[in-house]
């Protein structure tokens, strides 16, 4: 027998021809895993597109029909849930088993994505807040689909599973109407729902929650989770009835109104505990409801929350970022005209500015006295007059060499260890210590002189109050309380702030230039 013909070494590692074409066991499993990735991706599209054509199938009534009285009922109005983990679908079957024909509306600011698939009813709605270019405004307005006279604020979340639950809750409301505008129940969770006061001061950017007593059920504020019934009329009379957080904007809103929550005994359980089921999911909503709030508070101007615990968090400036608003024209600050005083964060960094200006000049052996404006809300408020926007102190010139910051200011601007900054006004001849490099709020340092018993400058400014006054004021120099500690001040300060303002001037405040901008009756 004749051995078997074998192919020549050198053609061994040839690739094989078309009949000896071999896929390994990889390439098989990447092929398979394209394929699936495939259909996936074309799965979700075709599910994307399917809930789009629902929102767009789904309109909204005409313009005619949404003069239409409301009819009663209820319509629930599922807002506050994240795209990527989300419970909505099982919320709107609970609430549908228990009321087939209920309507439900679930509002978000974009299409969600992945795609919430919602159960195929006529009686659910999809409504898209964010505007898009080719679709007509009403399609984005989320009263157009809620038609009945209430509605119920249903979070992520919260199962029904009881007909009595939205019936019992109309119920108590009806009977409240004249004490409340709204009422709550809770959703079980491991927080308890707690009932807060909150009282909101645009005037002063603030926010302020303090807790209610442990037996109350009124108040103007809740932290927890809560379906929340109101008047349908009520709350898209709001300025913005769905921004988000939900319940933050609504109470800041409502509180500013003056209306009133009531907590019922009625509740709803949750779907699942925790809401999230990882960890970085959990992690994202959080940093996502971070940004939300951050975000609602600079909507609605609030820098200053101070929390029911008396704990404060604020959004306003700092030492690295610039101060609240731009330069002043004709000494009046634009937050003036908006009804607004000095933002609080601006108010802290003066304040703090002042306590280590007159720290340095009273180490340093500068003679110096709280001036103008900064008196005048000394002898008020025992501190900052609460629109001013500067500080200002006198001193004495010939004392200026013993501070080695202001000689060194004489040379240019200087950064001091502690980051405030040193320099000389290019407005005249005067100092100026400003909060930060990036934040120009300020400290102005007069140097005054005597001449023949009275203290006089080189630069006067166009102010009424700007003018020479008699040495005496100064000698003695007696302290004051300002702005949390002891400062010094003229030693007869309300016969030299009328010297300098006039007869009735710490009594009867008004605005830096009423001719602009007058104070309103009762601030």
Same mark, same amino acid.
């Given at each position: 027998m004749s051995p078997e013909p074998q192919d020549?070494?050198?053609?061994?590692?040839?690739p094989p021809g078309p009949g000896k074409m071999r896929v390994?066991? *990889?390439?098989?499993?990447?092929?398979?895993?394209? @394929?699936?990735?495939?259909?996936?991706?074309?799965?979700?599209?075709?599910?994307?597109?399917?809930?789009?054509?629902?929102?767009?199938d789904h309109a909204p009534p005409s313009a005619r029909q949404q003069t239409n009285p409301l009819r009663p009922g209820v319509t629930v109005l599922i807002r506050e849930f994240e795209d990527f983990e989300n419970y909505v679908p099982n919320v709107a079957r609970s609430f549908l088993r228990q009321e087939p024909e209920l309507p439900i509306v679930v509002a978000a600011d974009h299409l969600p994505y992945p795609p919430v698939v919602l159960p195929d009813a006529p009686n659910i709605q999809l409504v898209l807040l964010k505007p898009s270019p080719d679709q007509p405004a009403h399609m984005f307005r989320p009263e157009a689909y809620v038609r009945t006279e209430h509605v119920a604020l249903v979070p992520d979340g919260a199962k029904a599973d009881s007909t009595s639950q939205l019936e019992r809750m109309l119920e108590e409301f009806k009977a409240s109407r004249s004490t409340v505008e709204m009422v709550a129940a809770p959703v079980h969770s491991t927080t308890p729902l707690q009932c807060l006061n909150l009282r909101v001061s645009l005037k002063e950017w603030t926010a302020e929650y303090t807790a209610a007593p442990p037996s109350? /059920?009124?108040? !103007? @504020?809740? /932290?927890?989770?809560?379906?929340?019934?109101?008047?349908?009329?009520?709350?898209?009379?709001?300025?913005?009835?769905?921004?988000?957080?939900?319940?933050?904007?609504?109470f800041i809103q409502t509180s500013l109104r003056g209306w009133a929550v009531r907590l019922l005994d009625v509740s709803f359980p949750a779907l699942h505990h925790?809401?999230?089921?990882?960890?970085?999911?959990?992690?994202?909503?959080?940093?996502?409801?971070?940004?939300?709030r951050l975000q609602l508070f600079r909507d609605f101007g609030i820098k200053r929350v101070v929390l029911e615990d008396g704990k404060e968090?604020?959004?306003?400036?700092? /030492?690295?970022?610039?101060? *609240?608003?731009?330069?002043?024209?004709?000494?009046?600050?634009?937050?003036?005209?908006?009804?607004?005083?000095?933002?609080? *964060? *601006?108010?802290? @960094?003066?304040?703090?500015?002042?306590?280590?200006?007159?720290?340095?000049?009273? !180490?340093?052996?500068?003679?110096?006295?709280?001036?103008?404006?900064?008196l005048l809300g000394a002898a008020r408020h025992h501190d900052l007059i609460p629109w001013d926007y500067d500080v200002d102190l006198g001193i004495y010139l010939e004392d200026v060499p013993n501070c080695e910051l202001l000689r060194s200011a004489d040379s240019g601007s200087i950064v001091d260890e502690k980051g405030f900054v040193w320099e000389k006004a290019i407005e005249g001849d005067f100092y100026r210590v400003q909060?930060?490099?990036?934040?120009?709020?300020?400290?102005?340092?007069?140097?005054?002189?005597p001449k023949n018993g009275v203290m006089t400058k080189d630069t006067w400014m166009d102010h009424r109050q700007d003018i020479e006054f008699p040495e005496h004021f100064l000698k003695p120099l007696v302290p004051i309380q300002f702005a949390g500690f002891l400062a010094l001040a003229p030693n007869d300060y309300r016969a030299f702030l009328e010297l300098k303002f006039g007869e009735g001037a710490v009594e009867n405040p008004e605005y830096p230039n009423p001719a602009l901008k007058r104070m309103e009756k009762g601030n």
């Open positions: 020549p070494p050198w053609s061994r590692d040839r390994t066991f *990889c390439q098989a499993v990447l092929a398979v895993a394209i @394929a699936i990735n495939l259909l996936v991706l074309y799965y979700i599209s075709r599910l994307q597109q399917h809930v789009l054509h629902r929102h767009r109350s /059920k009124r108040c !103007t @504020a809740l /932290k927890g989770e809560a379906v929340l019934l109101l008047r349908t009329r009520d709350l898209f009379n709001l300025s913005v009835p769905l921004a988000r957080p939900l319940l933050t904007s609504l925790p809401l999230f089921t990882s960890s970085h999911n959990q992690w994202k909503a959080d940093n996502l409801a971070r940004a939300n968090q604020w959004f306003g400036c700092g /030492k690295e970022t610039p101060r *609240c608003f731009g330069t002043i024209h004709d000494d009046t600050p634009e937050y003036l005209y908006r009804n607004r005083w000095t933002p609080p *964060c *601006c108010l802290r @960094a003066l304040r703090e500015t002042a306590k280590y200006v007159v720290h340095v000049l009273e !180490t340093s052996g500068v003679r110096y006295w709280l001036e103008g404006g900064t909060y930060s490099e990036h934040n120009h709020l300020h400290v102005d340092l007069w140097p005054f002189y």
